[in-house]
Protein backbone atom coordinates (compact mmCIF):
# COMPACT_ATOMS: atom_id res chain seq x y z
CA UNK A 1 0.00 0.00 0.00
CA UNK A 2 0.94 3.30 -0.46
CA UNK A 3 2.35 5.95 2.34
CA UNK A 4 -0.56 7.53 3.82
CA UNK A 5 -0.08 11.22 4.63
CA UNK A 6 -2.33 12.88 8.18
CA UNK A 7 -2.12 16.69 8.48
CA UNK A 8 -3.29 17.38 11.80
CA UNK A 9 -3.04 21.18 12.60
CA UNK A 10 -4.71 24.01 14.97
CA UNK A 11 -4.02 26.08 17.83
CA UNK A 12 -1.86 25.22 21.65
CA UNK A 13 -4.39 23.20 23.72
CA UNK A 14 -6.38 20.89 21.31
CA UNK A 15 -5.29 17.80 22.23
CA UNK A 16 -2.85 17.93 18.85
CA UNK A 17 0.35 16.04 20.18
CA UNK A 18 -1.50 13.41 22.59
CA UNK A 19 -3.71 12.56 19.53
CA UNK A 20 -1.36 12.56 16.70
CA UNK A 21 1.10 10.62 18.63
CA UNK A 22 -1.94 7.99 19.56
CA UNK A 23 -3.12 7.62 16.08
CA UNK A 24 0.35 7.31 14.30
CA UNK A 25 0.99 4.01 17.36
CA UNK A 26 -2.78 2.57 16.56
CA UNK A 27 -1.96 2.63 12.84
CA UNK A 28 1.53 2.10 12.45
CA UNK A 29 2.76 5.07 11.12
CA UNK A 30 5.94 7.33 12.33
CA UNK A 31 5.03 10.84 13.51
CA UNK A 32 6.29 14.26 13.22
CA UNK A 33 6.07 16.87 15.92
CA UNK A 34 6.84 20.59 13.92
CA UNK A 35 6.26 22.33 16.82
CA UNK A 36 9.01 20.72 18.45
CA UNK A 37 11.35 21.93 15.53
CA UNK A 38 10.24 25.73 15.67
CA UNK A 39 11.21 25.29 19.29
CA UNK A 40 13.87 23.52 18.83
CA UNK A 41 15.29 26.42 16.97
CA UNK A 42 14.09 28.53 18.82
CA UNK A 43 16.19 27.20 21.60
CA UNK A 44 19.51 27.09 19.61
CA UNK A 45 18.91 30.90 19.26
CA UNK A 46 18.44 31.79 22.91
CA UNK A 47 21.41 29.74 23.65
CA UNK A 48 23.48 31.29 20.87
CA UNK A 49 22.35 35.12 22.01
CA UNK A 50 20.70 35.80 19.02
CA UNK A 51 18.60 38.78 19.08
CA UNK A 52 15.48 37.10 18.53
CA UNK A 53 13.07 40.55 18.32
CA UNK A 54 15.72 41.59 15.22
CA UNK A 55 14.39 39.47 11.77
CA UNK A 56 17.15 39.94 10.13
CA UNK A 57 19.38 38.97 12.98
CA UNK A 58 17.36 35.45 13.63
CA UNK A 59 17.13 34.84 9.37
CA UNK A 60 20.98 34.88 9.11
CA UNK A 61 21.45 32.22 10.93
CA UNK A 62 18.40 30.08 10.61
CA UNK A 63 20.33 27.54 8.86
CA UNK A 64 23.35 26.76 11.33
CA UNK A 65 22.06 24.61 13.90
CA UNK A 66 21.10 21.01 12.53
CA UNK A 67 18.69 19.77 13.78
CA UNK A 68 17.10 15.80 13.95
CA UNK A 69 13.51 14.56 14.90
CA UNK A 70 12.98 11.19 16.03
CA UNK A 71 9.50 9.83 14.38
CA UNK A 72 8.93 7.00 16.14
CA UNK A 73 5.18 7.49 18.15
CA UNK A 74 5.96 5.47 21.13
CA UNK A 75 9.43 8.24 22.13
CA UNK A 76 9.53 10.63 19.64
CA UNK A 77 13.48 12.64 20.14
CA UNK A 78 14.82 16.20 18.97
CA UNK A 79 18.15 17.09 18.98
CA UNK A 80 20.34 20.30 17.98
CA UNK A 81 23.94 20.17 16.77
CA UNK A 82 23.69 16.15 18.70
CA UNK A 83 22.38 17.46 21.90
CA UNK A 84 19.08 16.05 23.28
CA UNK A 85 16.55 19.34 23.80
CA UNK A 86 13.19 17.62 24.56
CA UNK A 87 13.44 18.82 28.02
CA UNK A 88 14.22 22.58 27.56
CA UNK A 89 12.49 23.05 24.34
CA UNK A 90 9.07 22.82 26.57
CA UNK A 91 10.52 25.51 29.09
CA UNK A 92 8.93 28.93 29.58
CA UNK A 93 11.79 30.98 27.67
CA UNK A 94 11.39 29.08 24.76
CA UNK A 95 7.52 28.73 24.56
CA UNK A 96 7.41 32.77 25.31
CA UNK A 97 9.79 33.53 22.26
CA UNK A 98 8.82 30.11 19.16
CA UNK A 99 6.38 32.75 17.87
CA UNK A 100 8.73 35.37 16.71
CA UNK A 101 11.58 33.02 15.42
CA UNK A 102 9.00 30.47 13.62
CA UNK A 103 7.03 33.55 11.70
CA UNK A 104 10.42 34.67 9.88
CA UNK A 105 10.25 33.31 6.32
CA UNK A 106 13.93 32.11 6.01
CA UNK A 107 13.18 29.98 9.56
CA UNK A 108 10.25 28.70 7.72
CA UNK A 109 11.45 27.64 4.51
CA UNK A 110 14.45 26.06 6.17
CA UNK A 111 11.96 23.85 8.91
CA UNK A 112 9.67 22.50 6.05
CA UNK A 113 11.88 21.27 3.67
CA UNK A 114 13.28 19.10 6.69
CA UNK A 115 9.59 18.66 7.10
CA UNK A 116 8.98 17.94 3.73
CA UNK A 117 12.02 15.11 3.49
CA UNK A 118 10.89 13.46 6.47
CA UNK A 119 7.59 12.88 5.31
CA UNK A 120 8.74 11.46 2.28
CA UNK A 121 10.51 9.15 3.79
CA UNK A 122 7.96 7.37 5.86
CA UNK A 123 7.31 4.21 4.35
CA UNK A 124 4.03 3.15 6.33
CA UNK A 125 3.01 6.59 6.52
CA UNK A 126 2.95 9.70 8.39
CA UNK A 127 1.03 11.83 11.04
CA UNK A 128 2.59 15.47 10.99
CA UNK A 129 1.24 17.99 13.33
CA UNK A 130 1.52 21.47 13.13
CA UNK A 131 0.02 25.21 12.31
CA UNK A 132 0.44 25.06 8.57
CA UNK A 133 0.84 21.22 7.93
CA UNK A 134 -2.69 20.54 5.33
CA UNK A 135 -1.68 24.67 3.68
CA UNK A 136 1.57 24.54 3.24
CA UNK A 137 4.39 21.83 3.72
CA UNK A 138 2.02 19.07 2.90
CA UNK A 139 -0.94 20.51 0.83
CA UNK A 140 -1.39 16.68 -0.78
CA UNK A 141 -1.88 14.92 2.38
CA UNK A 142 -3.90 12.28 2.45
CA UNK A 143 -6.22 13.77 5.27
CA UNK A 144 -6.07 17.21 7.02
CA UNK A 145 -7.60 17.24 10.08
CA UNK A 146 -8.04 20.70 11.83
CA UNK A 147 -8.54 20.36 15.63
CA UNK A 148 -10.27 23.23 17.57
CA UNK A 149 -11.08 23.98 21.00
CA UNK A 150 -12.74 27.01 23.55
CA UNK A 151 -10.03 29.33 25.23
CA UNK A 152 -11.22 28.08 28.32
CA UNK A 153 -10.87 24.05 27.60
CA UNK A 154 -7.34 24.89 25.93
CA UNK A 155 -6.34 26.69 28.52
CA UNK A 156 -7.47 24.10 31.23
CA UNK A 157 -5.72 21.38 29.61
CA UNK A 158 -2.24 23.50 29.27
CA UNK A 159 -2.30 24.22 33.01
CA UNK A 160 -3.27 20.56 33.64
CA UNK A 161 0.34 19.76 31.96
CA UNK A 162 2.16 22.46 33.56
CA UNK A 163 1.33 21.58 36.99
CA UNK A 164 0.14 24.42 39.09
CA UNK A 165 0.77 26.92 36.75
CA UNK A 166 -1.89 29.30 36.86
CA UNK A 167 -5.32 29.44 34.52
CA UNK A 168 -5.54 32.88 33.73
CA UNK A 169 -1.76 33.55 32.97
CA UNK A 170 -2.00 30.29 31.03
CA UNK A 171 -5.30 31.60 29.16
CA UNK A 172 -3.53 35.07 28.41
CA UNK A 173 -0.12 33.47 27.06
CA UNK A 174 -1.69 30.98 24.91
CA UNK A 175 -4.30 32.89 23.30
CA UNK A 176 -1.27 35.36 22.74
CA UNK A 177 0.89 32.83 20.73
CA UNK A 178 -2.15 31.75 18.82
CA UNK A 179 -2.86 35.33 17.56
CA UNK A 180 0.98 35.63 16.51
CA UNK A 181 0.42 32.28 14.97
CA UNK A 182 -2.53 33.11 12.91
CA UNK A 183 -1.61 36.47 12.14
CA UNK A 184 2.11 36.29 10.32
CA UNK A 185 2.51 36.63 6.85
CA UNK A 186 4.03 33.55 6.08
CA UNK A 187 1.69 30.53 6.37
CA UNK A 188 -0.01 31.42 9.20
CA UNK A 189 -2.42 29.09 11.45
CA UNK A 190 -5.00 28.25 9.19
CA UNK A 191 -7.75 25.45 8.51
CA UNK A 192 -7.09 24.21 4.67
CA UNK A 193 -10.23 24.60 2.81
CA UNK A 194 -10.47 20.72 2.32
CA UNK A 195 -9.29 19.63 6.28
CA UNK A 196 -11.73 18.28 8.23
CA UNK A 197 -12.90 20.48 11.55
CA UNK A 198 -12.76 18.74 14.69
CA UNK A 199 -14.17 20.64 18.04
CA UNK A 200 -12.93 18.80 20.61
CA UNK A 201 -14.18 21.34 23.51
CA UNK A 202 -16.85 18.42 24.97
CA UNK A 203 -14.83 15.47 23.61
CA UNK A 204 -12.35 13.20 25.36
CA UNK A 205 -8.82 12.34 24.26
CA UNK A 206 -10.18 8.93 23.28
CA UNK A 207 -12.80 10.18 21.59
CA UNK A 208 -10.89 12.54 19.56
CA UNK A 209 -8.12 9.40 18.74
CA UNK A 210 -11.13 7.08 17.64
CA UNK A 211 -12.82 9.80 14.89
CA UNK A 212 -9.13 10.58 13.46
CA UNK A 213 -8.61 6.96 13.14
CA UNK A 214 -11.75 6.54 11.88
CA UNK A 215 -11.32 9.02 9.17
CA UNK A 216 -7.85 7.64 8.19
CA UNK A 217 -8.74 4.29 8.07
CA UNK A 218 -11.95 5.67 5.19
CA UNK A 219 -8.77 6.92 3.27
CA UNK A 220 -6.54 3.88 3.12
O1 LIG B 1 2.81 22.97 18.79
P1 LIG B 1 3.70 23.82 19.65
O2 LIG B 1 2.95 24.60 20.69
O3 LIG B 1 4.85 23.08 20.23
O4 LIG B 1 4.33 24.88 18.63
C1 LIG B 1 5.22 25.86 19.07
C2 LIG B 1 5.24 27.03 18.10
O5 LIG B 1 5.87 26.65 16.88
C3 LIG B 1 3.90 27.61 17.68
O6 LIG B 1 3.41 28.54 18.63
C4 LIG B 1 4.24 28.28 16.35
O7 LIG B 1 4.83 29.55 16.54
C5 LIG B 1 5.32 27.37 15.80
N1 LIG B 1 4.81 26.42 14.80
C6 LIG B 1 4.64 26.87 13.51
N2 LIG B 1 4.30 26.02 12.51
C7 LIG B 1 4.09 24.73 12.77
C8 LIG B 1 4.22 24.23 14.10
C9 LIG B 1 4.57 25.12 15.09
O8 LIG B 1 4.85 28.07 13.26
N3 LIG B 1 3.78 23.90 11.78
Do not use: H
Not at 160 to 174: H, I
Amino acid sequence: AKPVIVAIDGPSGTGKSSTSKAVAAQLGLNYLDTGAQYRAITWWMVNNGIDIEDPSAVAAVAGKPEIVSGTDPEGPTITVDGVDVAGPIREQDVTSRVSAVSAVPEVRARITELQRVIASAAVTGIVVEGRDIGTTVLPDADLKIFLTASAEARAARRSGELKGADLDTTREALIKRDAADAGRKTSPLAKAGDAVEVDTTELTLQQVIECVVTLVEEKR
